[in-house]
């Protein structure tokens, strides 16, 4: 899946932003965070339309996070734009592009609340956590007050070195601060013992509001990981 993703994105084309008016851009701006520190990473990509020609910045376009400029990178046709910045939970985060004669597009974001006491059934050995096949891994954390806040948390583990599964816990807003992985989530019937290596990891989110004139979505998030193990 990750694999073939990666191939069609390669294969999608690039243009110049002096091709396409800014009514035809689509820009997928993040605001991340690993739940410590005070370092955030902005990233922009600029398509035609979701999921289009990825759009290359030229003359005298340009965007910027917090004022900071940013980074272009070129993957194949995939055009990215990024930066660090300095921030807090609860910051406002403003992402501007600029074009030659008109108004700065101006799109912003909250960073959203630190998640905080997420815990794991168990205790960890190493910082990993052991469970059994076909458990119940519960989770719990700390609500956020921010009512527009809400909570992801997925459960990835490899059965076989090119297999593997993904489930995923929704916690909308207001956020209830418990979950849990089934017994039928975290076993495979009928594939090889041995350990099975993965993670659970915990992502808030926030929407932010993306400026009057330019399509696509901005937003953030909190990420915290816990690496496990699921044994025979």
Known sequence: MLLSSLIISLSCAKTKSENIKTSGFFADIKVTGSNEGSTYYCSVYFQVESGGTY??????DAVTCNGNTMSKSVLGSIVS???????????????????SGENPYESTVV??????????????VNSVYQFTKGSTINLSWTPTSVTSEYMKIYLEY????????????????PEDGV?????TQTNVAGEPTGSWDGNISFYRFNEGTIATGLKGTIKSYQKKSFTITLVD
Request: glycine share 8%.
């Open 55 to 60: 759009i290359e910045l030229n003359s005298g």
């Open 81 to 99: 734009y990024s930066t660090n910045i300095s921030a807090a939970a609860g910051n406002s985060v403003t992402v501007t592009l600029t074009r």
């Open 111 to 124: 960073i959203p609340s630190l998640i905080n006491s997420a815990t794991l059934t168990g205790t960890p």
């Open 158 to 173: 490899n059965y076989q070195e090119s297999k593997g599964k993904t489930y995923e816990i929704n916690d909308t807003a």
């Open 179 to 183: 979950g849990s992985f089934s017994s």
